[in-house]
Each structure stands twice: as C-alpha cells, then as structure tokens.
C-alpha cells in the first residue's frame, strides 16, 4: 500500500532531504585516489552525526538478508552497480565511484545516491555518467500528479536506451517515509500511463542504474549486486515529492 504523506511529512522529509543533500555535498569532494572506501564510510557517517541526522543504512536489515547492514555507506566501484560495502580497497585513477547514503530525521528517511569519477575516467565512463544523471533528471520530470509510475520509468530508460547504455535487472527505486523502503517499486523501466497513478503526497526514491554493457546482474555472496559482463556501472538517486505543483527534489540543499 502507498502511504500518501502530509504536507507537515513532507515537510520534515525535505528537512531530512536538505541536511542528507549538505552531507552529499561535503562528502563528494573528499574521495581521492590513493584512499581506502573505508574512510569515505568514516567520514559519511561523521557528517551524518554532525547534520542532525541518523545514518540509515547502519544496522538496516532488508528482507530476506542474513544479518543487518554494518555500514553508513553503501560504496560501489565500476562493475558494482549497487550495496557495494566500504573496505580496504584502495580507490584507483580512472575508476568510477558510486556513494549510496541514507538519513534518518525525525524518524523520516531521506535516501540519495551519485556517481563520481575518480582522477581522469575514460570517455565512455564519462558519457555514462552523464546519461545516467540526465536520466534521474527526466524520471523526476516525469513524476507530475496525474502521470503513471510507468512514466517515470520510460523517461529514464528512453534516455538510456538511446544513448546505447542499459538499465540493469531486477533493481528499482522506491517510495520512501518512515521506513527506508515503501510501496511502490519504481521501475527504471515502462510504458507511459501504466502503472499506479501519481497523486500529490507520494514520496519516492527514482535512482536509474545504468551499464555499458548488458543488463544482467549477478548478486555476490556479500550481497552487492556486479555487471555479469563486468562493465561499468554508473547509479544516481534523489527522494522527490509529488505535490499539484510538480516534483519537489527533497533531497537538496
Ligand atoms: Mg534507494
């Protein structure tokens, strides 16, 4: 069942999206190569603290996992696509990291994810990149009241699919409120007017996840998901709100 927010929800759920964002912004300019995934986990959940927040992977328990989340961050490098886990890996010239993070304010979930370049990325990885953020971009676009979920998704995947790139399988977007994963499932992927109408109050996680080459994916034991055709991966996310007015980004500073 969708939960369709308050006014005074969303309210809070923007104030939890602007302190979330400012983190976002600190936390984008510090990955240098040289340094362990490890210490831009550190460093996240410092500025999450230091926000007024609640990191809100930390001890997450999806349905279905074996044991809680143990980190702030989800860090996922090049093929990884999703829920990578900081570790010692040591960043490299040329490789594209992806930063996934959540906040908790006032028992409100705020989740944002963005792809960056470490040092000098090859062309392609920086045509991915770029696709893949016009693409959220589109999506949130799509999201007025009034439109389908459907779409949403095919404003991302027509983006994508155009620019010769693939949304990967089996991973979507999600509403998003006083838990960190609520109904609907937002596809990367649709038909323009499938799908569950959108009606002000409905608050959303639209994240596309993207591939050079094939969509399929493969889930590793540590449960992040990798490229089965190891290509890189680009991912990009934003909480938006549906309101009469249009999509509001809640995840901004
Ligand atoms: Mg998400």
Same mark, same amino acid.
Request: aromatic share 8%; net charge negative; hydrophobic share 40%.
């Given at each position: 069942?969708?939960?369709?927010?308050?006014?005074?929800?969303? $309210?809070?759920? *923007?104030?939890?999206?602007? *302190?979330? =964002?400012?983190?976002?912004?600190?936390? $984008?300019?510090?990955?240098? !190569?040289?340094? =362990?995934?490890?210490?831009?986990?550190?460093?996240?959940?410092?500025? +999450?603290?230091?926000?007024?927040?609640?990191?809100?992977?930390?001890?997450?328990?999806?349905?279905?996992?074996?044991?809680?989340?143990?980190?702030?961050?989800?860090?996922?490098?090049?093929?990884?696509?999703? #829920?990578?886990?900081?570790?010692?890996?040591?960043?490299?010239?040329?490789?594209?990291?992806?930063?996934?993070?959540?906040?908790?304010?006032?028992?409100?979930?705020?989740?944002?994810?963005?792809?960056?370049?470490?040092?000098?990325?090859?062309?392609? =990885?920086?045509?991915? !990149?770029? +696709?893949?953020?016009?693409?959220?971009?589109?999506?949130?676009?799509?999201?007025?009241?009034?439109?389908?979920?459907?779409?949403? %998704?095919?404003?991302? #995947?027509?983006?994508?699919?155009?620019?010769?790139?693939?949304? !990967?399988?089996?991973? /979507?977007? #999600?509403?998003?409120?006083? $838990?960190?994963?609520?109904?609907?499932?937002?596809?990367?992927? %649709?038909?323009?007017?499938?799908?569950?109408?959108?009606?002000?109050?409905?608050?959303?996680?639209?994240?596309?996840? /993207?591939?050079? %080459?094939?969509?399929?994916?493969?889930?590793? &034991?540590?449960?992040?998901?990798?490229?089965? &055709?190891?290509?890189?991966?680009?991912?990009?996310? #934003?909480?938006?709100?549906?309101?009469?007015?249009?999509? +509001?980004?809640?995840?901004?500073?």
């Amino acid at each position: 069942m969708i939960k369709i927010k308050t006014e005074a929800e969303i $309210k809070i759920m *923007r104030e939890a999206g602007k *302190r979330l =964002a400012s983190v976002m912004e600190e936390l $984008k300019v510090f990955p240098k !190569v040289g340094m =362990a995934t490890l210490d831009v986990n550190e460093l996240a959940e410092k500025l +999450i603290i230091k926000n007024g927040g609640v990191p809100a992977f930390l001890g997450y328990k999806p349905y279905g996992a074996a044991s809680p989340y143990p980190f702030t961050t989800c860090i996922s490098v090049n093929s990884t696509v999703v #829920h990578g886990l900081p570790s010692e890996y040591i960043l490299q010239e040329g490789d594209l990291l992806k930063i996934d993070l959540g906040l908790i304010y006032e028992k409100y979930y705020s989740d944002m994810a963005m792809t960056l370049p470490l040092g000098e990325i090859s062309p392609e =990885a920086r045509r991915l !990149v770029g +696709i893949t953020e016009e693409a959220l971009y589109l999506g949130i676009k799509a999201a007025q009241a009034g439109n389908h979920l459907g779409d949403i %998704g095919f404003a991302i #995947h027509s983006r994508v699919k155009s620019a010769g790139f693939s949304i !990967v399988d089996g991973l /979507t977007g #999600h509403g998003i409120g006083t $838990k960190l994963h609520e109904d609907p499932y937002v596809y990367n992927f %649709g038909k323009p007017g499938d799908g569950e109408r959108l009606v002000p109050g409905m608050v959303l996680a639209i994240e596309p996840m /993207t591939a050079v %080459g094939k969509r399929a994916v493969t889930q590793l &034991d540590d449960d992040s998901f990798v490229t089965a &055709d190891d290509s890189l991966s680009a991912h990009f996310e #934003h909480t938006i709100a549906i309101t009469e007015g249009g999509p +509001i980004i809640l995840t901004k500073m």
